[in-house]
């Protein structure tokens, strides 16, 4: 494998869309060991990389993705790449179930409709910040949930499943623009209006900070209502890091927008994802 097709399926990138899973870890209650290590290696080793290598064959970015600072060329091996770890991911989801296997094919084609040419819902701003957000969100939790319980779709409809499902999506719509936040050049130069280049840098800024709101004060009601207060508080706690780290590049930004890079967005995403990996594996133990 060429060094630039490794460096495409970013997979330490997978650390950011940890939370979802161990969010659905930890609110299980009889967790199914063999299918929350096949699901956990299925995602963030395959599905994900599948998707990061999919999207950047068809990108061809030459400044600074997601993960990449400065990405190189991409090859056909790195499509042939994708697709192999996508058919990897199916084999072995069916050690898990054939729900779980329908639920990843669903998510690799929503995930190549993204940045596939003739679909490409990236230049679309609204649909493409929704599929983003529906489907790293609430999809893919309902999808590690079914796995880790070893049950099926028809059992998780109960209100304690579905609202962090909801929440987690409502965080992703909210912290999504924000990982767009300095590809605007690179996005206008392939004729791609995200949800971010709509609303500007500042407006992400202000839109991030009111959706991260919301999901925050709906993750302290699930948490108080069906834990505990103190898990609540804790919860609001965990995250004071990334309300600092927050306002103090907004106030930088609002200075110069040139300042709205992608070390402070990668900083960002690092700090959100510790916290809330850090705070789910502690609900999960304890």
């Known amino acids: 494998m ?39 290696l299925t995602l963030h080793f395959l599905v994900y990389p599948a998707s990061n290598g999919y999207n950047s064959y068809f990108d061809k970015d030459t400044g600074s993705i997601g993960g990449l600072k400065h990405p190189p060329q991409v ?41 596939h040419p003739s679909v490409r819902l990236k230049k679309y701003p609204v649909l493409g910040w929704l599929a983003a957000g529906l489907f790293q969100g609430y999809f893919t939790f309902l999808l590690s949930f079914i796995a880790i319980n070893n049950i099926s779709i028809s059992e998780v409809w109960n209100w304690s499943i579905q609202l962090p499902g909801v929440l ?67 919860f609001l706690s965990s995250m004071l890091p990334v309300l600092v780290y927050f306002t103090w590049w907004y106030l930088q930004v609002r200075q110069d927008e040139q300042k709205a890079d992608f070390t402070s967005t990668m900083r960002l995403n690092f700090v959100s994802a510790t916290m809330l990996n850090g705070y789910f594996i502690y609900l999960w133990i304890s």
């Open 168 to 234: 987690s999506t409502l965080l992703l719509l909210g912290s999504y623009p924000m990982t767009q936040i300095y590809q605007h050049e690179e996005d206008t130069r392939r004729g791609d209006v995200t949800i971010s280049k709509k609303l500007g840098i500042l407006g992400t800024f202000h839109f991030t900070a009111i959706t991260f709101l919301l999901s925050s004060s709906g993750f302290f009601y699930f948490f108080t209502e069906y834990y505990t207060l103190i898990k609540g508080v804790l």
């Open 2 to 40: 060429k060094k630039s097709t490794l460096l495409h399926l970013r997979i330490p990138f997978s650390f950011f869309l940890l939370p979802v899973f161990l969010l659905a870890v930890a609110i299980s209650t009889e967790a199914h060991t063999q299918n929350l290590v096949l699901a956990f």
């Open 75 to 115: 090859s056909k091996e790195l499509y042939w790449t994708s697709l192999l770890l996508d058919f990897v991911a199916l084999c072995l989801g069916m050690f898990i179930s054939l729900e779980f296997t329908v639920m990843i094919f669903i998510y690799g084609v929503i995930s190549k409709a993204y940045s």
